[in-house]
């Protein structure tokens, strides 16, 4: 092979690992997920940001540290990461004891050891980063800002230990039928689940 070739297919070779290289670079930390089902002709979607676990292990702590490595210090975990999460239903549900009308809501949690607590909220929330002025103004970036007034319902999130560690945080739904869905929540060795019921 001649050096020119040789050089070719170095430059070549150097180039596509270098392309390689950089859309590792620029894929997001926390991909984008996106959980959905269908009771009647009614959707109930949630979207989120699905970090990863990345070696660490225990990510929600135990004792007076449960959570705080998940919420950032604050008080609520945004139930993923950068953007607040969204519940959007078509169809009205209960949640807590609540009726919830159909429409589209952010999703924070409130982690206890014992026992998870779901909190839907009307509160304005950032799709994309506006920096802390917008927080100051009430404007909520994951749970950053949080404000309980705007609260729409709360609802207790029963917490089942997994035998294994799941690598990636999912959001999902079991045991769906005409009168509603469970919606899971899964992260490391932790599981914890709601019931939505269908409004009558």
Known sequence: MKLKSIAFVALASLTLFASVAVAEDDRPKSP???????????????TYSRPILRGR???????EEYGKTVNGGGDYWRAGANATTKL???????????????????????????EWTL???????MDTWQGREAVAKG????????KPEFDVARAPM??????YSLDQLTIT????????????????????????????
């Open 139 to 146: 404007i909520m970036w994951g749970s950053y800002g949080y």
């Open 32 to 46: 984008e997920g996106m959980s959905s089902t269908q009771i009647g002709d009614a959707w109930i979607d949630v």
């Open 119 to 125: 909190v839907l909220t009307t509160q304005e929330t």
């Open 173 to 200: 739904f079991v045991d769906v039928d005409e009168t509603g869905a469970t919606l899971v929540v899964a992260w490391d060795k932790t599981t914890a689940m709601t019931r939505l019921k269908v409004a009558k």
């Open 57 to 63: 292990d225990n990510i929600f702590g135990s004792g």
């Open 88 to 114: 959007k239903t078509e169809i009205d549900l209960e949640i807590g004891g609540k009726k919830v009308p159909a429409g589209e809501y952010g999703v924070v949690i409130g982690l206890d050891e014992k």
């Open 158 to 163: 029963k917490i089942v230990p997994l035998v």
